[in-house]
């Protein structure tokens, strides 16, 4: 069992930033994909970023360089910076971990079904 638990969230004004976090319970985090996904209200949960094990990323077509995603494995922690944030990035921020191992490919590890652990989620509200 994999316990994933964020933080970070909060308001930012537009053009503003934040970063989450998502700290990992387990002692093999590090052989772990993680991913982001976010949920706005009357949504579906899409899609943000990802990072594999060996620390290769991909991310989403709305994110174009604005948001980070990176990883501490000594501190089993995932990361997302995010930058020039708009409000239509207001949303519940999840984190999610794929312990399987499959391939890492933006197709894969943009589909929910791929994951098998989920975060209570964050909340990140942008105003205008």
């Known amino acids: 069992q994999v316990q994933l638990v964020e933080s970070g969230g909060g308001l930012v004004q537009a053009g503003g930033s934040l970063r989450l976090s998502c700290a990992a319970s387990?002692?093999?985090?590090?052989?772990?994909?993680m991913g982001w996904f976010r949920q706005a209200p009357g949504k579906e949960r899409e899609f943000v970023a990802a990072?594999?094990?060996?620390?290769?990323?991909t991310w989403a077509d709305f994110v174009k360089g604005r948001f980070t995603i990176s990883r501490d494995n000594a501190k089993n922690t995932v990361y997302l910076q995010m930058n020039s944030l708009k409000p239509e990035d207001t949303a519940v921020y999840y984190c999610?971990?794929?312990?399987?191992?499959?391939?890492?490919?933006?197709?894969?590890?943009?589909?929910?079904?791929?994951?098998?652990?989920w975060g209570q989620g964050t909340q990140v509200t942008v105003s205008s």
């Open positions: 990072i594999s094990r060996s620390a290769s990323n």
């Open positions: 999610t971990a794929r312990v399987r191992l499959f391939p890492f490919t933006k197709a894969t590890m943009s589909a929910i079904s791929e994951y098998d652990y």
């Open positions: 387990g002692r093999t985090f590090s052989s772990y994909d």
